[in-house]
């Protein structure tokens, strides 16, 4: 849990700039009325959980341990599949 929430602080450490397009992406979603804020906000969020475990998936490849680097590649791959 501790090594999620660390690369959750480092992506939007280094990632700020997509919030601010998430941020601008439903306001103008919501004026225009041409998509469904739902919509975007759970592709946003699965994308978000994907690029996570990529993040993860590295660090545990730097530690040596590919197993775990396996599962959260599967997982990532899962969910941009799904996507």
Do not use: P, R
């Not at 690369?7 to 306001?27: G, P, R, T």
């Not at 699965?46 to 599962?71: N, P, S, T, V």
């Amino acid at each position: 849990m501790s090594l999620l929430l660390y690369e959750i602080k480092k992506f939007f450490k280094q990632n700020w700039w997509v919030l601010v397009l998430f941020l601008v992406s439903l306001i103008s979603i919501w004026l225009t009325g041409a998509g469904s804020v739902l919509e975007v906000t759970l592709i946003f969020s699965l994308h978000f959980l994907a690029d996570i475990c990529i993040m993860i998936m590295a660090d545990y490849l730097k530690q040596g341990d590919d197993d775990k680097a396996l599962f959260f590649q599967s997982i990532s791959f899962l969910i941009f599949t799904g996507i």
